[in-house]
């Protein structure tokens, strides 16, 4: 039971634009020399961002990527399963279903119970991270920081 | 993010112990016929809930597995972990110390706050575990089924 590794990036990038001045953008080359990640493969996680509404991606000489809604309104569980997926990490085969002690179809009617409470268990993981927010995050850094990221990432060329 | 397959197994087949009289022991022969599943394989996850102090194995010509403790003090997180581990499902490599804009180590002396919220949601998916013993799970099966689960396993013969 592993995130992808491309978890931290994620992470880490969201929280990068959560720090940017309103307007302003990233391109996913300027990312990956901030954190030293292989560039077309973050292009790709940064890509997954959008299509899950986490990120905006604009285009031309000034475009880039940022944030699409308010660091306050973007939760770490969005931006975790644009990369993981929301499938449940416990998988049900119903072997309760086979062998000499298959219980009958119709006491199969309600989902297992030991499926049930698996369920609950993932649904408790992803209660705590929709419970934490891209501001949660940035209150719990120093308040030089942000200053900090805009400075090092400004001084990374844009391009390609 | 994958729970082994045998996740399912070993809840099934701790379940399965957990219905039994006093004394009374379950061969992997048993439990693989039960459930249909290959027996050699799922005797090496048996063995997993033995050092995870879980099951007890006795051996000898009525021989097998029973439950080291009462139902209600074996919970859903020892029989899981069992055969996952306890490794933290999020891997932090500290992206945050390399490339362009890579923080000094005196700035890293605390965890990633990331991988702080990330520990965090995996303690609330640990406590929802470990606040769930077998007890709770028979507590939701029907009142019937206990001796229904001990007719049909003794009905298996237990070698080899």
């Known amino acids: 039971m592993k995130l992808p590794t491309s978890t931290e990036w994620v992470l880490h990038c969201a929280t990068t634009l ?26 790709k996680q ?7 509404g986490v990120l905006t991606a604009t285009t031309g000489p000034r475009g880039g990527f940022r944030l699409a ?5 973007v939760t ?5 399963e644009a990369v993981r997926g929301a499938s449940q990490p416990y998988e049900c085969r119903e072997i309760r279903q086979q062998g000499a002690g298959a219980l009958p179809p119709q006491d199969c009617r309600d989902t297992c119970i030991l499926a049930v409470k698996m369920a609950e ?8 991270l929709a419970g934490e927010s891209l501001a949660d995050v940035l209150a ?6 942000p200053e900090r990221t805009r400075t090092k990432l400004r001084a990374i060329r844009p391009g390609p």
Chains 1, 2 share one sequence.
Not at 46 to 52: E, P, S, Y
């Open 18 to 43: 959560a720090q940017l001045e309103a307007g302003e953008t990233a391109s996913a080359a300027q990312l990956a020399t901030y954190y030293d990640l292989p560039a077309p493969y973050l292009a």
């Open 46 to 52: 940064l890509q997954a961002l959008v299509r899950a």
């Open 69 to 73: 809604r308010p660091a306050a309104e």
């Open 76 to 80: 770490l569980l969005e931006v975790v």
């Open 121 to 128: 268990a993932h649904d408790a993981w992803r209660a705590a």
């Open 140 to 145: 719990g850094i120093p308040a030089t920081a």
